[in-house]
């Protein structure tokens, strides 16, 4: 056609490439018409730049044609055969990247479009926030979770102190400034930040408090007015940091120690149990033997006060038994005390 711009190769594959990232996905793809159509080239041409990309894996990219038999095995109620690009990630990886959003104690709406956004970096046809629709963010939240997040992240990739206050909560749940009972005014922390994690459901900053002593846990959703500190050397470098043996320190190992964010001294502890279920869901590294058909022996490396709340917590139903250390065994024979003078007189009035 007279005065019709000629498109070059490039364009049009540029132009391809855009269609198959924005509307196709592993079970949602374009014919080749539809392509051409949309692009405005001839379908032998399309078809050649598609068996190309197909060979050349764009941006580490699956470029393919969906046949009938993938439609067959889809899991989409709308899932169309045609030519497609498959996402970055996979559904599984995904999931775990909204949970891990739902996880995070933010605000929902907020979640819900990051985990649209993520769905759209990754290459999923049709953005929605399906995987999030039980999501509840507990309320009240912490409004300023993700900029502290942001700041901590630049401030321990670049070794910095840090300065924050801390919240605990009123009556109502909401979250109030922690106050230095010796000033009467919210008490500032300042800290060298290590590294973030999540324990038994909530995110916690690892550091060390400046005038203390070896790592702490700092829940980050009750963190308040956190800055990076300019021209303050970190008190506590990680790389200065020793295991008690004198090997060099490690985060890895300090977490395997603690079922939850304690800083007690870990210890061995030997223990018989009745189940292997609450072993490995907890422990790590746990050395396992059997002593009988109903009896399993299990040596930890653990922080004892921890291993206190977890042995609390599955006393109703199985059976453990602290061998070693003593130390540890008092402490069991203590709460069960407390427990006795706090419940075992109620108990006995009731029956009279």
Not at 25 to 54: C, F, I, P
Not at 147 to 176: H, Q, W
Not at 260 to 276: C, F, K, R
Not at 285 to 308: F, G, I, N
Request: hydrophobic fraction near 35%; glycine fraction near 6%; charged fraction near 30%.
């Amino acid at each position: 056609m007279a005065g019709r711009k000629t498109r070059s190769t490039n364009e049009i594959l540029v132009d391809i490439l855009n269609e198959l990232a924005e509307h196709t996905d592993s079970e949602h793809g374009l014919t080749v018409k539809e392509l051409s159509d949309r692009v405005g080239a001839t379908e032998k041409t399309v078809h050649a730049h598609l068996q190309l990309l197909e060979a050349q894996r764009p941006m580490g990219r699956t470029v393919r044609r969906l046949t009938a038999a993938d439609m067959r095995q889809a899991d989409s109620a709308d899932a169309r055969p045609g030519w497609c690009m498959e996402p970055a990630i996979d559904v599984a990886e995904l999931r775990l990247f909204g949970d891990g959003l739902a996880l995070s104690r933010i605000d929902e709406e907020y979640a819900r479009e990051s985990y649209d956004r993520l769905r759209v970096l990754a290459g999923f046809a049709g953005a929605h926030s399906q995987g999030l629709r039980n999501i509840r963010v507990p309320r009240p939240y912490n409004r300023e979770f993700l900029s502290n997040v942001e700041n901590l992240d630049e401030a321990i990739s670049g070794k910095r102190v840090v300065s924050f206050r801390m919240c605990d909560y009123a009556v109502d749940g909401s979250l109030t400034l922690r106050i230095d009972p010796e000033s009467g005014k919210p008490r500032e922390y300042r800290a060298d930040p290590y590294q973030m994690t999540y324990r038994n459901g909530m995110y916690y900053l690892l550091c060390h408090m400046h005038g203390k002593n070896g790592v702490a846990f700092a829940h980050v959703d009750r963190i308040r007015d956190l800055r990076i500190v300019e021209g303050v050397r970190q008190e506590c470098p990680l790389e200065e940091l020793h295991a008690p043996d004198g090997s060099p320190f490690s985060l890895a190992d300090y977490l395997a120690e603690r079922l939850y964010p304690w800083t007690g001294q870990a210890e061995d502890i030997l223990m018989h149990v009745s189940s292997l279920s609450c072993i490995y869901d907890w422990f790590e590294r746990p050395s396992v033997s059997r002593v009988d058909a109903r009896t399993y022996e299990v040596a930890v490396h653990a922080d004892p006060q921890t291993v206190l709340w977890w042995a609390l917590q599955y006393s109703d139903n199985v059976d453990i038994d602290i061998v070693q250390p003593q130390s540890l065994r008092d402490a069991m024979a203590a709460v069960g005390r407390r427990l006795v003078e706090r419940y075992g007189s109620r108990s006995g009035e009731d029956d009279v």
